[in-house]
């Protein structure tokens, strides 16, 4: 039940007010307003999110898709599994033990990002790339990884800021240059431990093998262009589907065009044109049979030919592409 003032405190309350002793204005300023304390690095990690962020990722997802398996020559599958947002030191603290960690800059945005490979991935990728089935076994000492393990990974790494660069390309254009490869996170400082990142959790199949690919890009870096990302169902529409684009070469190449060999030509004045009349000749200027003659496409030229005939049926044989067009 609610608390009811006795007869006694409303009479003391009453004589309080009259007094003066105490203001019911500010009394209730107390009850429904004041300062509280804010942290603006330990809010909810879901306030302050990019919008539509993910849009370049689903774009890295088709060119890396291809890419990752052209170079390892085996089946691969990528598919996003998570975005959060941490504090840099919080981040730090949930990855694995041994880990890769690739650091890159990402110019002309400011600050640098990071792209973190779990031990699964990394074994991965130094079995197929060596020829190996894709399915190594894991160590189970956690093993710190070799030189040349390393160096097989910064190849893929190249690839995939390859890759990203063209991901980003329709919202801006970038050039991503890895700076190091690093195993301790300890010696990762992309910001200051309190300055937030967002961190894009993507899972790769590799033949049967499954690992984490983590990108991690400070909120700061990507911040100023939070107006672009918003207008996110155009960015979608300038991204290209390789499928796609590959899908559409193949079916142009089956489209007909219409050829053309253009024989010679010829000056005449108003007044020949208007008494031309059947069975006059047009002498053509360079007609000679030996001189090459102009190939058209869709009526553009694009080739010189020399003409002749084929199994009794007129022809030109391709001699050189035009210089300009051709």
């Known amino acids: 039940m609610e608390n009811i003032l006795s007869k006694e405190e409303i009479e003391a309350l009453l004589s309080a007010v009259f007094e003066g002793r105490l203001d019911p204005e500010k009394e209730l300023a ?14 909810d990690p879901t306030k302050g999110f990019i919008p539509n962020l993910d849009l370049i990722y689903d774009n890295f997802i088709r060119y890396n898709r291809a890419s990752l398996s052209n170079r390892l020559r085996k089946m691969v599958e990528i598919k996003k599994e998570s975005a959060r947002a941490y504090k840099f030191d919080d981040f730090l ?38 020829g190996g089935t894709g399915t190594p076994s894991i160590p189970g000492d956690n093993r710190m990884f070799t030189s040349i393990e390393l160096r097989l990974v910064e190849k893929i790494v190249k690839d995939i800021l390859a890759d990203m660069e063209k991901a980003w390309a329709p919202l ?39 690992g984490n690919l983590v990108f991690v890009v400070p909120y700061m870096t990507i911040d100023p262009l939070r107006d672009k990302l918003k207008a996110g169902a155009q960015f979608d529409l300038m991204a290209a589907d390789p499928r796609w684009s590959c899908r559409l ?3 142009l190449r089956e489209a007909p065009l219409e050829i053309s060999v253009e024989m ?32 058209k496409v869709a009526g553009i030229g694009k080739f010189h030919g020399l003409p002749g005939v084929r199994g009794g049926n007129k022809a030109v044989q391709i001699s050189s592409l035009l210089q300009r067009g051709g």
Do not use: W
């Open 264 to 295: 010679g030509n010829a000056t005449i004045n108003l007044a020949e044109l208007l008494h031309l009349s059947v069975g006059d000749t047009v002498m053509l200027e360079d007609g000679k049979a030996s001189n090459e003659v102009l190939v």
């Open 93 to 130: 603290q949930t990855l694995p033990t041994p880990v890769c960690l690739a650091i890159y800059k990402m110019d002309p945005l400011k600050g640098a990002a990071l792209i973190s490979f779990d031990n699964k991935m990394v074994f991965t990728i130094v079995d197929a790339i060596l």
């Open 30 to 43: 107390k009850e429904s307003g004041g300062v509280s304390n804010y942290n603006l690095f330990n809010s």
């Open 172 to 210: 801006q254009q970038t050039h991503m240059s890895l700076l190091k490869l690093e195993m301790n996170p300890r010696m990762v400082s992309i910001v200051p431990p309190e300055y937030m990142v967002i961190a894009m959790t993507l899972q790769v199949q590799i033949e049967e093998t499954v």
């Open 249 to 251: 070469s193949e079916e």
